[in-house]
């Protein structure tokens, strides 16, 4: 196997149907002010997060355990396309947002390089959004990654405008 | 536990407090971990302290599943934000602050 491409087991998706409108999903997902309240595992808190949300914008945020360890972690926005896809990076940082080896927090990890984060949201239409985060995807794939959704979307409104002009006739 | 145990040494009184288990129950689950050889057990006074074994850290506290725990349990929390949000919402008839 080449040295560079990422393992497959190194992937990580993570899907989840949330009970509400994609606008809402998008700005709590967006919004310091809504991410401070889910940023971090269970039992964990969010006491700061800044974001510069635009391409080349950065991120920092905290969460600190229950027994008071603080974890930051930063990163940067690499591609926004509005209420459907962000593409960004992530890594440990100290509390100025600057880069540390994740070892300093005890956590031992492989460093992929050129790996990103890909959040998809997608409208099911019937108030309901999914919200899809694949982890860990090189940047070529991240680029392409939630285009299969949108083409079906795409082909879905087609089928439907055939629908209707088949029925008008 | 092995995950709390990762953030550094704890007595079992104070496992016992973080998992809401009887004393009992810790100390049937510690003596588990030792045998398994993933914990260390050492007296403190008269505290029993519990610390992971330097080597047992590095296969579990690997990145995959910190990675992984850290969103899926952001997820849950997510869920919950969004619904008091829809809530707000309704109840300020949309409006937006």
Redesign the interface.
């Known amino acids: 196997m080449e040295k560079n491409t990422v393992d497959e ?2 992937r ?1 998706v ?1 899907t ?1 149907v ?3 409108p994609r606008e ?2 998008w ?3 967006t919004d310091p002010q ?1 991410v401070m ?6 039992g964990f808190t969010s006491p700061f997060c800044e974001m510069d949300f635009r391409v080349g914008g950065k991120f920092r945020c905290c969460m600190r ?3 008071g ?1 603080e974890f930051w972690n930063a990163g940067e926005y690499h591609e926004i396309v509005l209420h459907e896809k962000i593409v960004s990076s992530m890594y440990f940082a100290d509390p100025q947002g600057n880069k540390v080896e ?1 070892e300093q927090y ?5 460093a992929i390089d050129g790996a990103y984060d890909v959040t998809i949201f997608e409208d099911l239409g019937n108030g309901q959004t999914k ?1 899809t ?1 694949i ?2 995807e090189p940047m070529e794939s991240a680029i392409n990654s939630g285009q299969i959704e949108g083409w079906n979307q795409i082909l879905d409104k087609v089928a439907e405008l055939i629908g209707g002009l088949a029925s008008a006739k | 536990m092995i995950e709390r145990l ?3 040494p704890a007595s079992v009184h104070g496992l016992t407090e ?1 998992f809401a288990l009887s004393q009992q129950m810790i100390s049937k689950h510690v003596a588990c971990l030792i045998r398994a050889r993933i914990v260390i057990k050492t007296k403190r006074g008269r505290e029993s302290v519990c610390t992971l074994r330097p080597e047992a ?2 296969s579990v ?4 599943a ?21 809530k707000t ?1 309704v109840r300020d008839g949309k409006k937006h602050g």
């Open positions: 087991t190194e990580m993570i989840r949330f009970d509400a809402l999903v700005k709590a997902w809504y309240q889910w940023w971090g595992p269970k355990s229950p027994d360890q994740p005890g956590i031992e990890h492989e919200l985060f982890g860990n | 990762s953030h550094g973080a850290i590095k506290s690997d990145w995959a910190y990675y992984r725990r850290f969103w899926e349990e952001s997820f849950d929390k997510l869920d919950v934000v969004v619904n008091q949000m829809k919402e």
